[in-house]
């Protein structure tokens, strides 16, 4: 699909950020593990979610979903497994996190993908399940896993993901005894380990940090069935925050203001660099402003690097992205994708494996067709700048939105900008 988008400002400046999907992976996947039933409030079917919904019934557990809500009955124990064959799209939270819970069954199982999602690093789960002497072997088509994840002291480098140690957090208050992970730093992402830790507690489970760099798993532990509500997404708050500082006013709705997401960090960023920005109880408010450069640590929000270099690209002098490698490792290079695409509108940008430098402001030229390199946080990045090119701006590959926000054509439309899908 191609999304053309006519430049111009917006004339309705108000927009309900959509559910967390991180959350949402995490609240369906809890559920399914508890016994009895539970009720999850406030979700968006996105590509990712419906991958986790689909493997979590394919472990036994019976999901409805009802408009927004979600009901799920959970597994019994995990001797309901439906098929050996999980297809993961190209979810990594969802594959990451299934691979120890699935490997619970103690059956050979088989993971699939699609695009790039095999490609990405794995090599976490391969060597702790090669320690414990289990089956593991990945390919580019797939990963087999098959033996139970055995209760322990495991050690992980805290650079990669940090998806693979919420995976084991999940799977690993179900055994019998007691674990640790030791994380190596430098621990990254940390804030997403705490939102599963939240999680775990909404679900009557426990896992806690004896220091900064150890997490303690207490085994023996039980899901409880529970009703939650899946808070609003501050990843997706990124690309409005974008647009009211560049374009007009926005006004967002319902965002938790003690949220623990790291993207949370957006509203730092944006006064750091100029940016307009007004929270209160019900809504955070942007304006535009005269944005400056300014060095922005990468390390526990990557979601945000996207929307981020499309931001810099409006504000004056240079802005330094730093520990940014992770960005690498996405849906596409994230950083090799944005590069490409912004020099098609005239931005000044370069990188190195971890830190990216742009220079601005930059007027971006219009009558110019870019690519979303399959990767949904390209496409919306690119999205929000185009309504401040010279001319409209056609984004080919405009469908990877359905992997996270499948709304974020209709939303941007019910601000007043002026898009044709084809």
Known sequence: MQATMTPGICTRPTVSIPPSKSMAHRAIICAALAQG??????????????TTIDGMRKLGARIELDGSDVRVWGIPDFHQLKTDEIFCKESGSTLRFFIPIFSLTGQRVRFTGQNRLLKRPQTVYEQLFQAQGLVYSHTEERIEIEGALKPGEFTLRGDISSQFISGLLFALVCCSEDSRLHIEPPFESRSYVELTLQMLEDFGVHAYFEDELTL?????QHYRACETTVESDYSQLGFYAALGCINHKIRCLGLRPDSRQGDRQILDIVRAMGGNVEVNEKEIIFRPAALKGSVIDMQNCPDLGPILMVLASFAQGETKMINAAR????????????????????????STESEVWIEGPTPWQGGVTVSGHQDHRIVM???????????????????????SYPG?????????????EN
């Open 37 to 50: 039933e539970s009720l999850i409030h406030h979700v968006d079917y996105s590509d990712d979610i419906l």
């Open 216 to 220: 303690r798993i207490p085994g023996g």
């Open 327 to 350: 960005l690498r490792y996405k849906e596409s290079d994230r950083i090799e994708a944005m590069e490409t695409e912004l020099r098609k509108v005239g931005v000044q940008i370069h």
């Open 381 to 403: 990045a690119l999205a929000i700048g185009a309504t401040m090119a010279e001319g409209p701006i056609t984004i080919e590959g405009a469908q990877a939105i359905a992997k």
């Open 408 to 420: 974020f054509f209709a939303d941007l439309r019910s601000l007043g900008i002026e898009i044709k």
